[in-house]
């Protein structure tokens, strides 16, 4: 089979990168594309850095084993703290959430303050301030116009993870953890807000609802999913064949819940025996 013709791989955390997977379906109709959600292990943002690189290598691995054409880290933590590694180390391309998501919150800049959501070992890495600030250096040295004079507000959100991930439904509930997260951010006024994390947008709704009708929502994933048709483009890396591409889906701990996340949440139909299980160490394929 043509290099061209092999299936795009994406991974994260656990269930939130489907988000990521929604965006790359939806611009890139033809494309095969492999899942990897490591539910077994989520959440990633309360762990060291050297285990999520660990587990990051691992699956990207994995994903290299089934001769995929690109990685996808639809994983904000595992962008910001092994994505340099992996790319040291690639056969392939390898496409991080977070630059993407800092352009966009740079080309939307309007001189207020920017905020930044995210996982607490993607705050506690700066990735996002550190990205943005290099869109901004890179924009003064071609024109000089913006002012560095604004503030990037970022705010660790631990507990959105685990709403998405158990699915939890009680709307007063999600309503008063994400204002207690979030009122912080509202009364320092930012243009925009980037979602740092994959499962973030699952929740946009009560996100914009907490930050006003004022204050844009940045989906990293919409932006990384415009990066990558772009490039595969550029690169004469498109499927040549026009056919609706094929859907793989692996976990590393059960297959209901992510069914039924992506059909609740993202309108993905996921079928049964799309969906693999492979153990937690060794990464060997079972399928169920």
Request: a neutral charge; proline letters at 3%; hydrophobic letters at 40%.
């Amino acid at each position: 089979m043509k290099f061209n013709n092999f299936p795009i791989g994406i991974f994260d955390s656990g269930l939130g990168g489907l988000t990521v997977f929604k965006e790359i379906r939806k611009i890139l109709p033809y494309e095969d594309l492999i899942y990897f959600g490591d539910t077994a292990r989520v959440p990633y943002g309360n762990k060291s850095k050297n285990t999520i690189m660990r587990y990051s290598n691992e699956i990207f691995e994995f994903l290299i084993n089934k001769r995929v054409k690109i990685v996808i880290v639809a994983c904000n933590t595992s962008s910001s703290l092994a994505l340099d590694s992996l790319r040291e180390r690639a056969i392939v391309p390898v496409f991080g959430v977070i630059g993407p998501g800092a352009k966009k919150a740079v080309r939307v800049f309007s001189g207020k303050n920017i905020a930044v959501i995210g996982t607490s070992a993607t705050i506690k890495s700066k990735a996002y301030s550190n990205a943005i600030n290099r869109e901004i250096e890179h924009l003064n040295g071609d024109k000089g116009y913006i002012n560095h004079t604004f503030k990037i507000i970022e705010q660790a959100c631990p507990l959105f993870v685990p709403l998405v991930e158990e699915d939890f439904s009680n709307e007063e509930i999600i309503r008063n953890i994400i204002s207690y997260y979030l009122n912080p951010i509202v009364s320092k006024k930012p243009s925009c807000i980037v979602l740092g994390c994959t499962h973030y947008p699952i929740l946009k709704n009560f996100i914009s609802e907490a930050m006003g009708m004022n204050v844009e929502i940045i989906d990293s994933g919409i932006e990384t999913a415009k990066v990558v048709k772009c490039y595969l483009g550029e690169n004469g890396m498109l499927k040549d064949r026009k056919e609706m591409g094929s859907e793989s889906f692996f976990v590393s701990d059960g297959t209901r819940r992510l069914k039924d996340l992506g059909e609740k949440f993202l309108g993905i139909d996921i079928r049964i025996e799309d969906i693999h299980v492979v153990e937690d160490v060794s990464l060997q394929e079972v399928q169920i």
